[in-house]
């Protein structure tokens, strides 16, 4: 079983819609929670840090952390056709003084205009 | 532009052959990552070094696999004798750590697609 499980989609939405991504983890040392996004062929962009468990807003993105369920998720408002990519979930540590990132496998989103 | 940046940005290379990739991490960053993505999956930590110092490799770095920071900066990852196997996207990120503030937050590069013929 793998440390962090995502659903890999695609996952296909229309302009404007609501959409939810989640990760589940069973490292329950995990403290650090980040989402990426990534464009084809391109490298993965920082959207979202939170630590520990709670929420975090930041414009048309809310990041969840549920530590009790070993669940999070990224919400995105009213999506648009450029935030079609893929979104990969990412954890650390607090033990692991490093910083070393455990990844899902990210779910590719498609937003139809 | 003051990103991470990894050179080159394509590679083939023939079975056999050794490669090397340069990462240039965020100026004041002293963590230097690399991970390895292949197709459909999300990174996989290879190696971090703070500074100049290696300090953890993973199982996945086998010993054709050698990583160096030299001087606390620009950092490079050789593959000797290389396998199709080797064929994926090696990706460098950096992050901040000191006394003050420690932050897990990396930064990634456009990373170095190895297609190994």
């Known amino acids: 079983q793998k440390e962090v499980e995502q659903d890999p989609g695609p996952l296909s939405v229309p302009e404007g819609a609501i959409v939810s991504l989640n990760c589940t983890y069973s490292?329950?040392?995990?403290?650090?929670f980040m989402w990426y996004r990534q464009y084809s062929r391109k490298g993965p962009e920082l959207l979202m840090y939170?630590?520990?468990?709670g929420n975090k807003e930041d414009g048309r993105f809310t990041a969840q952390v549920d530590k009790s369920s070993k669940y999070i998720s990224l919400f995105i408002r009213d999506s648009q056709p450029s935030d079609s990519a893929t979104y990969l979930c990412a954890m650390s540590a607090v033990y692991n003084q490093g910083g070393k990132l455990i990844f899902g496998q990210g779910t590719e989103l498609s937003v139809k205009p | 532009d003051t990103g991470v940046s990894q050179d080159p940005r394509h590679k083939i290379t023939k079975r056999g052959q050794n490669v090397t990739f340069r990462c240039d991490p965020i100026s004041e960053h002293n963590r230097l990552y690399w991970y390895r993505q292949t197709l459909g999956q999300g990174p996989e930590f290879l190696t971090y070094?703070?500074?100049?110092?290696?300090?953890?490799k993973s199982r996945l770095l086998s010993d054709r696999f050698s990583a160096e920071r030299p001087k606390g900066s620009f950092s490079t990852l050789e593959i000797q004798r290389t396998e199709q196997g080797d064929s994926a996207m090696y990706l460098c990120?950096?992050?901040?750590?000191?006394?003050?503030?420690?932050?897990?937050?990396?930064?990634f590069g456009p990373g170095t697609r190895l297609t190994v013929t």
């Open positions: 490292n329950s040392a995990f403290q650090y």
């Open positions: 070094f703070q500074n100049e110092a290696q300090l953890e």
């Open positions: 990120a950096s992050s901040l750590s000191s006394k003050s503030r420690e932050t897990y937050e990396q930064y």
């Open positions: 939170t630590y520990s468990s």
